[in-house]
């Protein structure tokens, strides 16, 4: 695989969840080789420390509710660096394919002739999940898995249907959902998901200011508003993330010290 990039292309790289070490080689490859670096608000510290000096970096940052350089001046500054020739690193948090708008980015640089590339990185859920010492996925009660962001565009006006969401055998992701946490439980309580369904809430998944807590339904608005801050959150409902009976929880938190010491 190629790890430099050929001048006026667009790399959209996936920066993983904020710890430097869970971004991927391929990823640390072209960020070293680029020439300009465009970022979101969500890309780790760590990470952006990996960027060598004399490379360009341009904060794209995109949070909810904070002032940010909306989607269409982004699209305009990523074509501009290609066009002048330079290679082109665009880094998101997360993998660059989920709730991403990596799309609409491929689209308005493919329409004008740019070409364009990805690199995969580690979703938030997956590095919830890994911290919590759960799995997203749970042989014959959880078999399938949903990916959901509670978030609505501008142009978007269909609000998230949560009843068709309430499935006792799925695993259900929200990802931006801190102020949807009360609407989506008490919908999918009421379509008849069980109130004792475990939950798990993670935010900074994977940095040193990470916390988790795991709840379950009936009290996720509340464990919610009383344990997140204001860093970006995962919420994750399902058997799935069934705490482990307390002998066994205390066999993973040893071995993941040992591992990490
Ligand atoms: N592409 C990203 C998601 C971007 S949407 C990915 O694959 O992870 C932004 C949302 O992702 C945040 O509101 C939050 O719900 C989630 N998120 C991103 N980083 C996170 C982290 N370190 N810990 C918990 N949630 C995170």
């Known amino acids: 695989m190629p790890d430099t990039i050929e001048p006026g292309t667009v790399w959209l790289v996936g920066a993983g969840p904020g710890d430097p070490d869970l971004l991927t080689r391929k990823a640390e490859k072209l960020i070293t080789a680029a020439n300009i670096v465009f970022y979101d608000a969500l890309v780790g510290k760590g990470v952006l420390e990996i960027i060598p000096q004399h490379v360009e970096r341009v904060s794209v940052g995109k949070r909810s509710g904070r002032h940010s350089k909306d989607q269409k001046s982004i699209n305009d500054l990523l074509l501009s660096a290609a066009r002048s020739g330079k ?3 665009r880094l998101k948090g997360g993998d660059p394919a989920i709730f991403a708008r990596t799309s609409e980015e491929i689209e308005h640089l493919s329409l004008q002739g740019v070409p364009v590339r990805i690199c995969p990185g580690i979703t938030a859920a997956s590095a919830a999940v890994a911290s919590a010492g759960a799995s997203l996925t749970l042989r014959g009660s959880a078999r399938k898995l949903t990916f959901v962001t509670a978030h609505l565009s501008a142009e978007d006006c269909n609000a998230t249907d949560w009843a068709a969401l309430a499935d006792p055998a799925s695993t259900l992701v929200i990802y931006m959902g801190k102020a949807a946490a009360k609407d989506a439980a008490d919908e999918l309580m009421q379509a008849g998901l069980n109130r004792n369904t475990p939950a798990l809430i993670v935010e900074n998944a994977s940095l040193p200011n990470e916390r988790k807590v795991r709840t379950r339904l009936d ?3 509340i464990a919610t508003s009383a344990s997140v801050t204001d860093g970006p959150a995962v ?4 058997e799935a993330v069934r705490p482990l ?8 938190d040893t071995a993941k010290t040992a591992a990490v010491t």
């Not at 919420?235 to 399902?238: A, E, P, S, T, V």
């Open 87 to 89: 290679r082109v690193v």
């Open 219 to 221: 009290l996720l608005a």
């Open 235 to 238: 919420l994750i409902i399902g």
């Open 245 to 252: 009976p307390p002998s066994l929880s205390t066999a993973y």
